[in-house]
């Protein structure tokens, strides 16, 4: 899952848990909150209730108290039989008026005197009846208990009654009778009506039994149920009849508006939390995605911008970290400069460690620029090259921060505990005075870089006009060899190698030669290097070679049958499918491998031995000679000596020039050759020699093949032809005349 999902979905989960959270905590204090408050109203309102039922009693309890203490009744007790005062005040409509259902008179005696009953006629005759035995049960009670008046409730047939007892007393209380006066009053219809109406809820009578079915406890404190509808709030109340009994439950029932506006206000908040926490999920979305979309704004950047490896600045900004220093040294009055390095060898290092200590090595180099060129612009701007440009004060400066960068770069670098040093060339543009624009100094810093280069490695070159004048020259000269190579501009030529004893010709080399639009010739040692640079030179050596088969060829028919060596670059050797492109040519034109001598020279061993071993004896094998060109200038080493299928040195011409030059170790070096050659049973071919005295010296020393002006000089193939043919006597003429008077053993 990605990054973003997985972000994704924690805010999501956060909202969800958000939102219920909200919901439960919403819900769980709001009802009990409301409980608590609603529990609170509705002890009230029963409360209120039986306070109200107090009042229906203590309304009673003065009613029974005038009647009882009315000298009327108190008469009509004691004098026995005063119908009148029953007729008066015990008819059914005073009764009505007082609210009264019954009202019964029981004289000294404890008997019933006198029962009227308001709703005598709507009862039936057993509750009649079973009124009748519970008033008389009453007064029973109030006999036996000496008390003169109770007030309470009374139970008949599920029906509750308010009653009121009293003993009949004068008006004065002097006198005391033992009857008694009990009046009740039923909660009919109206009557519990008129008190809803009163109290504003709704309440019932029911059996005692439904109180104690009630499951919910007490109210702490109360003797009060409560029980909760949806919509209702039920509270419950237990009422004693005047025995103590149970008599009956009241039941109290009341809308829950609080109830309901918690709900809807939970409801509120859990959807405004729903909105609030969607609002913060959609605000998280839109953060994550700009943020993702930034980061991959800036990771593009990144890699738009940086060189991946090292980190460095890359080579799409180094125009900009140019220009930025020249502007810095702009403002403090000083002077940039601006250093282009090539890093030397590192293909080697590729070749034999691989590529990842090679970028270990890339990495390492960058950390030493960053170092010494602090607090320069470092960049990278590609496989081997870096830029640094940096403000100085002065131009000596300039030469010792680039001193201080090859010095960085010469001091070794460690890849598997092997030490390995690589070194580098630097060049430099100085601002303004080599340019004011950055482009331009970059390139020219690049172009005193390929100068230093030219010159030998691990140099530092400074920008001049003149470099800039060779530049264009090479690049003009680069695509003139281009059209050269098509419009067979080049042709061979061929120097004679002369075995002086038998005074014949020992074999030619082969010499490419270009002539210019102008008609004149460019010398090899200008374009080859160039052809070796753009990769022009595999072309020209093969163009070369197929010329000297068709030649060699040529020579055969004519009974002029003398090897040609061709000179084959480096870069040609170790091209893909060199062996096969020689083989094909040597086929193609049908000449024994035998006829064709190669001149390679020893960077061939030098930057890859293992391939070139590989080529040059699968070559060999086939029949064909290798030469080793200029022999003592590179890093000649007796291994490839002993190691290569050579057969032939090439002595160079450098020390054949330096024979009487002076330098005592040119002849020393010539004569080790010479032994060495002998006794690795190879011939040599000393070349250059232009005089005598060269010769006489390379002869006593046991040279036997000469090459150079002394005999011939390259020529072309007619030309050529005809020194074959007239080999003996042009040597003979050569050698004919007297010796130099240089000449010493
Ligand atoms: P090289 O292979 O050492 O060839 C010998 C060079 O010395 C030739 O120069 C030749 O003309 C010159 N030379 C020979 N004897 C004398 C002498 O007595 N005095 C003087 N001053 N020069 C002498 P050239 O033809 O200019 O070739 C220069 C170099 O160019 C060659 O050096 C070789 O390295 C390269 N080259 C020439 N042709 C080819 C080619 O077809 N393929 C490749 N790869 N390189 C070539
Ligand atoms: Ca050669
Ligand atoms: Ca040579």
């Not at 009862?123 to 519970?134: G, L, N, P, R, S």
């Not at 009422?239 to 509120?268: K, P």
Request: charged fraction near 25%.
């Amino acid at each position: 899952m990605r990054r973003k999902h997985r972000i994704l979905l924690l805010f999501l989960c956060m909202v969800v848990l958000f939102a219920m959270a909200t919901y439960l905590v919403g819900d769980f204090t709001i009802i009990k909150g409301v409980n608590a408050i609603e529990t609170t109203g509705a002890e009230m309102d029963m409360r209120q209730l039986r306070r109200h039922f107090r009042a229906v009693e203590a309304h009673l309890s003065g009613l029974v108290v005038d009647w009882a203490c009315w000298d009327e009744i108190y008469s009509y007790v004691a004098s026995n039989k005063n119908q009148e005062f029953l007729k008066k005040y015990f008819n059914e409509l005073s009764m009505k008026k007082l609210l009264l259902h019954s009202a019964a008179i029981f004289k000294e005696d404890g008997h019933l005197d006198s029962f009227t009953d308001v709703h005598g006629q709507n009862h039936d005759a057993t509750f009649f009846k079973e009124e009748i035995a519970q008033v008389t049960k009453l007064a029973h009670f109030i006999y036996a208990s000496e008390i003169d008046t109770l007030v309470g409730f009374l139970q008949i047939q599920d029906c509750p009654f308010v009653i009121a007892v009293h003993r009949i007393f004068d008006s004065n209380k002097q006198k005391r009778t033992n009857a008694l006066l009990i009046l009740t009053s039923a909660f009919n219809r109206e009557y519990i009506e008129e008190t809803q109406h009163m109290v504003d809820y709704d309440f019932s009578i029911l059996p005692p039994k439904a109180f104690s079915h009630i499951k919910e406890g007490a109210i702490q404190g109360t003797p009060y149920k409560i029980t909760y509808d949806d919509d209702t709030t039920h509270i419950y109340s237990l009422v004693h009849d005047v025995f103590g009994d149970a008599a009956f439950c009241l039941e109290l029932r009341r809308q829950r508006t609080i109830a309901a506006l918690g709900m809807r206000m939970s409801r509120h908040n859990f959807f405004l939390m729903l909105i609030l926490g969607l609002s913060f999920l959609l605000a998280s979305l839109t953060f994550l995605h700009r943020t993702e979309k930034s980061i991959a704004r800036r990771e593009l950047e990144r890699r738009l911008h940086r060189d991946p490896l090292t980190d460095l600045a890359n080579r799409t900004v180094i125009p900009q970290g140019v220009a930025d220093t020249m502007a810095t040294a702009d403002k403090n009055g000083h002077l940039a400069g601006v250093f282009f390095i090539h890093l030397n060898r590192l293909k080697e290092v590729n070749d034999s460690y691989g590529y990842d200590r090679g970028d270990e090595l890339i990495r390492e180099v960058a950390t030493r620029l960053l170092h010494h060129a602090s607090p320069g612009f470092v960049a990278r701007s590609g496989g081997d090259k870096f830029l640094v440009a940096a403000e100085i004060t002065h131009q000596s400066q300039c030469e010792s921060l680039a001193n201080s960068l090859i010095d960085s770069l010469l001091s070794p670098f460690v890849i598997n505990d092997d030490e390995v040093h690589i070194g580098a060339d630097i060049g430099v543009a100085l601002y303004p005075a080599h340019g004011k624009d950055a482009r331009q100094l970059v390139h020219r810093a690049e172009l005193a870089m390929f100068e230093g280069r030219a010159r030998g490695n691990n140099m530092t070159a400074f920008f001049s006009k003149d470099i800039e004048v060779r530049a264009a020259r090479k690049l003009k000269l680069e695509s003139s060899l281009y059209e050269a190579l098509e419009s067979e501009a080049l042709s061979v030529h061929y120097q004679p190698k002369v075995r002086v004893a038998s005074k014949d010709v020992a074999g030619c080399e082969a010499l490419v030669r270009w002539q210019g639009k102008d008609g004149k010739f460019i010398p090899p040692p200008l374009f080859i290097p160039l052809a070796e640079e753009c990769g022009l030179v595999t072309q020209i050596d093969m163009f070369v070679l197929r010329t000297a088969c068709r030649q060699v060829k040529q020579w055969h028919k004519e009974g002029l049958a003398v090897p040609v060596a061709v000179n084959m670059s480096t870069r040609s050797i170790l091209s893909p499918g060199f062996c096969d492109t020689v083989l094909d040519i040597l086929r193609e034109e049908n000449v024994p491998p035998t006829l064709i001598d190669l001149e390679i020279t020893e960077t061939c061993f030098m930057s890859n031995m293992e391939a070139a071993l590989t080529i040059i004896e699968r070559l060999h094998g086939e029949g064909l000679h290798f030469a080793l060109d200029d022999f003592g200038t590179g890093y000649s080493s007796l291994q490839y000596l002993s190691s290569m299928p050579i057969s032939c040195l090439k002595i160079d011409k450098k020390f054949v020039d330096d024979i009487f030059s002076g330098k005592k170790t040119a002849q020393a070096l010539i004569k080790s050759i010479l032994s060495l050659a002998s006794n690795l049973g190879m011939t040599t071919v000393s070349e250059g020699v232009e005089d005598r005295g060269q010769l006489d010296f390379l002869l006593a020393n046991g040279a036997s093949v000469i090459q150079g002006y002394l005999f011939s000089k390259p020529l072309n193939a007619e030309d050529c032809t005809t020194f074959l043919r007239e080999s003996h006597s042009r040597i003979s003429s050569v050698m004919d005349v007297p010796a130099n008077c240089h000449a010493t053993t």
